[in-house]
């Protein structure tokens, strides 16, 4: 089973491609009747924002963009 704060980081790290509505639509499926989990991504996303939006893109779609340069420069 997952850790609550890696399923957070997780969902973290999708939700950093959604924005408005989309990304209130996702976290109300992904955190459905876990208040505790919701909270934290939110904050997880606040914290980001005071940040200057620090990890603008996801980890993942960093590592997707960098295998994909990788892979055209092959």
């Known amino acids: 089973m997952e850790k ?3 399923a957070a980081e997780q969902l973290f790290g999708e939700a950093l491609d959604l924005h408005g509505e989309e990304r209130r639509a996702f976290l109300d499926r992904a955190c459905d009747g876990q208040p505790t989990l919701r909270n934290r991504v939110e904050a997880l996303l606040q914290e980001n924002e005071q940040l ?3 990890l603008g893109d996801s980890p993942l779609r ?3 963009g960098s295998n994909a340069s990788a892979r055209s420069s092959a």
Do not use: K
């Open 4 to 6: 609550p704060e890696q």
């Open 52 to 54: 200057g939006g620090f």
């Open 62 to 64: 960093a590592a997707m």
